[in-house]
């Protein structure tokens, strides 16, 4: 939790870079959990920041969105593989937490339809012992199920406090921060922490799956991918908090 260190992506030669890196890495469990950041991030918004983190190297990669725009996800790697032809590979599993915003803001910007997207919050949801009236937030998911000690639950909500107080319009911040560059250290960390922290909230939740509930969650996280086809699609509201009938 203390080294976050992440590699700030923001030219076409690390694009490259990172996607040869993306390439062959092993399935099961997923090597790629990803994150965005953005201004109302959405059709209707736009993406600065895409995080991912890399299992097999621990290590978290912050693509500049906002610098890059298009070519952070055409610009080819020697090999020839593209950042969209990864994230669009039904056979190359990526993690999200909530995708159906990621999504809609992919397909509407730059076009990607994403594929072999494994949804955390959903596996939460399936596996619940609970009420499965309402979904998980990440904080909460996290807090609960993601097994930091106190000192590295403290660590967390600091860097995560430390973030809000910059972006978030109640707290006297402005989600602009987000494009600004370079971006301040403070930011890095917030994008950085929690998709580190998306592999042991797979492996809790996934480690709990029954056959049944994956084939249901397979056509639950289709459904939230698909979103971006919708024309009234809109993520924000009381909607965004009720759990899918199938998993209900």
């Known amino acids: 939790m203390t080294d976050l260190s992440p590699k700030i ?10 996607v040869e890196l993306l ?8 090597s790629i959990y990803v994150d965005l950041e953005g201004i109302n991030l959405s059709r209707h918004g736009s993406i600065s920041i895409m995080q991912i983190f890399l299992l097999p190297r621990d290590e978290v990669y912050l693509i500049d969105i906002h610098t890059l725009g298009q ?36 397909y509407a910007h730059f076009g990607v339809h994403l594929a072999g997207i494994q949804d955390i919050q959903l596996l939460e949801l399936a596996t ?9 937030g990440l904080a909460r998911c996290i807090e609960r199920d993601a097994g930091l000690t106190r000192s590295e639950a403290s660590a967390w909500m600091n860097i995560k406090d430390s973030g809000r107080r910059l972006f978030a319009p109640e707290r006297g911040g402005s989600y602009e921060v987000f494009n600004s560059r370079p ?31 994956k084939e249901k969650i397979e056509v639950a996280t289709r459904d939230r991918i698909n ?6 699609y809109t993520g924000v509201g009381r909607h965004m908090a009720q759990s899918p009938p199938s998993l209900a």
Not at 128 to 136: K, M, N, T, V, Y
Not at 192 to 208: C, F, H, M, S, T
């Open 9 to 18: 992506m923001d030219t076409t030669a690390a694009i490259g870079e990172l």
């Open 23 to 30: 390439t062959d890495v092993p399935n099961n469990p997923p």
């Open 71 to 106: 070519e952070a996800f055409s610009h080819p790697s020697t090999s020839g593989k593209t950042l969209k032809g990864i994230l669009e590979d039904e056979n190359i599993p990526k993690a999200f937490f909530d995708v159906r915003n990621d999504s809609d803001a992919l």
């Open 128 to 136: 619940r012992s609970g009420s499965r009236r309402f979904l998980s």
């Open 183 to 213: 971006l301040s250290e403070a930011i890095i960390n917030y994008c950085a922490q929690d998709v580190r922290i998306l592999p042991e909230l797979w492996a809790v939740y996934n480690g709990k799956l029954g056959w049944r509930s």
């Open 227 to 232: 979103v971006c086809f919708q024309a009234g």
